[in-house]
């Protein structure tokens, strides 16, 4: 699994979905020459090509008219899977049938821009773009990527997509819940045992349920940021998608179940983007930098957190202009504060955040996350984090010492040496004002440095922070001296491991004796 999201971790997840669907795409053409898909080699080319066209340039006519920055990788997205479910034409055929194609992708696309708030749009534009085809033109998507002999390749390719944007418990609720509705109202039409079977195999071997749920559903922009609102969101879309219900005499399509569930997304978990002015850069250790930004009055997060980051660039790598990065900021602060380790040479993203001064602007949206502290406050905590992983509980802990919230709680902290443990004088304060219990760990943190510094684990809940690798030898850690895996909550940083390979390298070398302070 480190190799896999090694590779992942090099690419970005627009770059991920757009080499998917490319593949896809690409299957499809080999398999409609050989006749085993519904649809006509010449048409999906066809088809594809038009709406590459059409939505490139109208994304960049409605950035230009809105004046922002374009995402040309989003408008690729949204193009392909126009042409993986939208009914394929050919021109010379069918010269209506690539015109309402055309159309549909300039209505996708706009849809991002006419139906949003906050610079957030609410509705998944390939959705919108193939319900404005079906209401107007009577169009409405086939869905033939769910031929059979695609299936293998939408499996495999959205297993990677799926641990890539860490939603795999969502899909899961969604295909759980869509087989249960399904066999439920099977029953309750009367239908036999075996039709009930004949029933599953077709939906979930010969159609486009399992592209749905890992390409359409758990698209971040327009799903809730929280898990349990996740999971009702995707139990909602589960159930509206049923073929076998109807609504006021209407059976919904795949498109429209799943706009709905946009709909409920927007009203509980709204979601935004900010225009944010940067304060002040600073270092705070070797490679370590934070940078402050003016917060908006009316901005509220829970410590623990994190966003979405878009920067201008002229010239971005594989991993694109967008990282996420946890809040290191108290809500308790006047200003929202992120932190980063700078590898040697940074990555394009990160060179450019370096090169930023005060006043200029970064974008920053999609708050979400569930790393966040029990509202018990008699709950024992400990959290422990591993390099720039400190950044949340920096977060939690200038919150409980700002509150003056007195907690048991154990803050053990990894780093290679001790000029690069970050925010020492916050946890140093709220150890003499609040009773945090900082132990700060030079090496890996191994199970005989958790049965050293903390020999009641079993009986708290446990935090874990930073690069995968650590994350993941950590768990097993803790695991290894007795605490329950639902004691464990984990977060960790996906682009760390493709930036500092050589400084997790040497980390790994330290020797096996460590020298734990505090």
Not at 101 to 110: D, E, K, M, R, S
Not at 244 to 269: D, K, R, Y
Not at 363 to 383: H, I, K, N, Q
Request: hydrophobic content about 50%.
């Amino acid at each position: 699994m480190r190799l896999l999201d090694s590779l992942l971790n090099r690419l970005t997840m627009y770059r991920l979905t757009l080499y998917y669907l490319i593949a896809l795409v690409a299957m499809g053409l080999a398999l409609g020459l050989a006749g085993l898909v519904p649809a006509r080699p010449e048409a999906v080319a066809s088809t594809t090509a038009i709406l590459l066209a059409s939505c490139w340039v109208s994304n960049l006519l409605f950035a230009r008219l809105w004046r922002i920055r374009s995402n040309p990788e989003s408008s690729l997205i949204t193009a392909l899977i126009l042409a993986l479910i939208l009914e394929p034409a050919f021109p010379g055929t069918n010269l209506h049938g690539a015109l309402v194609i055309a159309l549909a992708g300039v209505v996708a696309t706009a849809s991002k821009y006419l139906l949003a708030i906050r610079r957030q749009h609410l509705f998944n534009p390939a959705a919108a773009g193939a319900l404005f085809s079906g209401l107007v033109f009577g169009g409405f998507a086939s869905w033939w990527v769910g031929a059979t002999y695609l299936l293998p390749l939408v499996a495999v390719g959205g297993l990677l997509l799926l641990r890539k944007v860490a939603r795999f418990r969502v899909a899961g609720v969604f295909l759980g819940v869509f087989l249960a509705a399904n066999v439920l109202l099977s029953v309750i039409n009367g239908m036999p045992t075996d039709m009930i079977l004949q029933s599953l195999g077709f939906v979930f071997g010969q159609s486009a349920v399992v592209f749905f749920a890992v390409v359409m559903l758990t698209e971040p922009m327009t799903s809730p940021k929280r898990f349990s609102l996740q999971a009702l969101y995707a139990a909602i879309v589960a159930v509206l998608y049923q073929p076998q219900l109807a609504i006021l005499g209407h059976n919904l399509t795949p498109e429209q179940a799943l706009m709905a569930g946009n709909f409920f997304s927007w009203l509980v978990s709204p979601s935004w983007k900010l225009r944010l002015a940067l304060h002040e850069q600073k270092q705070i250790g070797p490679g370590l930098y934070t940078f402050t930004f003016e917060k908006p009055s009316w901005f509220r997060h829970r410590p623990g957190q994190y966003m979405e980051w878009s920067l201008p660039m002229r010239a971005a790598d594989s991993r694109g202009t967008r990282r996420y990065f946890s809040l290191a900021s108290s809500p308790t602060e006047d200003r929202i504060m992120i932190a980063a380790k700078f590898p040697d040479p940074p990555s394009a993203f990160k060179a450019a955040l370096l090169a930023q001064s005060a006043g200029d602007q970064v974008t920053a949206g999609e708050l979400a996350g569930d790393f966040t502290l029990p509202r018990d406050p008699g709950r024992p905590l400990a959290l422990i984090a591993g390099g720039i992983g400190i950044t949340p509980f920096r977060s939690m802990v200038k919150n409980l010492l700002d509150r003056r919230e007195r907690r048991d709680v154990v803050l053990v902290y990894g780093a290679a040496s001790e000029d690069e443990l970050a925010f020492r004088e916050v946890f140093d304060e709220a150890e003499r004002t609040i009773g945090l219990r900082p132990v700060y760990v030079m090496g890996p943190i191994t199970a005989q440095v958790l049965r050293d510094v903390l020999p009641d684990a079993t009986r708290r809940r446990c935090f874990v922070s930073g690069p995968p690798a650590m994350v993941d030898a950590t768990t097993s850690a803790l695991r290894s001296v007795g605490v329950r895996r639902t004691s464990i909550r984990t977060d960790f940083f996906p682009g760390y491991a493709a930036e500092n390979r050589g400084a997790r390298a040497a980390t790994e070398r330290l020797p096996n004796g460590h020298r734990a302070f505090g």
